[in-house]
């Protein structure tokens, strides 16, 4: 199953692709990745880069996470693009366990285990762990994630989205994953969404929303970024709100 085009990638789309729930779901995302990646104009290295480290992590996710334990939910896999903090690519593994978080343990080099992470770490600028929710399925769950910096000049830099397309596109993006959401728009070219209980402005230029800490702001380039921190912001919230 596939969402997203990687043509989409640089005007704020993203591809999201379902993993085989078998031994096969390494090879499929290194192929994926490296397809995906080729169509961007990335060079050689940073490809096969991507493919080492989305191969450990749709490892991880069969390892420590198998669809056995959730059979409606297979891993999936998500590329999208961020010009914020860096201009950077995004890959994402998703799975539907969220009792079951990989670690990195600073194996040795002859140790059998614990070192995939590690291994993402060395080849990626950053990597991560958040809870989320999928892109194909609305299951709640986490993703496992690491970015390689895009290519230059990045396409993005010269494609304007427009604000009332940017508000719709991420009222859309927020609905499909099971976040209750609803869009104001003004005389002045300002959209206000309320995605649960987090306001989300959109500006002739970026987003703009408050995390519980200060406020963040991003380009409407990044608007698979927005999604993917309000879709994270919420699911954090939903845990920790009392029942």
Sequence with gaps: MLTGAPADIPIGGACAFQLPGD?????TAR???????RQLGFAPDPIEDARLAVSELATNALTHAPPALIPAAQPELWIWARTRPAPQLVVSVFDAHRDAWPIALGAGLLDEHGKGLCIVAALATDTGIHLTRSRLTVSPGKRVWFTLPLTAPWP??????????????????????GVPTTLRSDDHGVSLLTAGTTNIWVEPKAFA??????????????????????VGHHETRTLTSPS
């Design 23 to 27: 031994l096969s779901a390494a090879s």
């Design 31 to 37: 192929s994926l990745v490296a397809a995906t990646m």
């Design 156 to 177: 993005a830099d010269g494609s304007a989205i427009a604000p009332i397309s940017a508000a719709d596109r991420l009222t859309a993006a927020l609905r499909s994953r």
């Design 209 to 230: 929303w408050h995390d519980g800490q200060g406020y963040t702001r991003h380009p409407l380039a990044d608007l698979q970024e927005t999604a993917e921190r309000i």
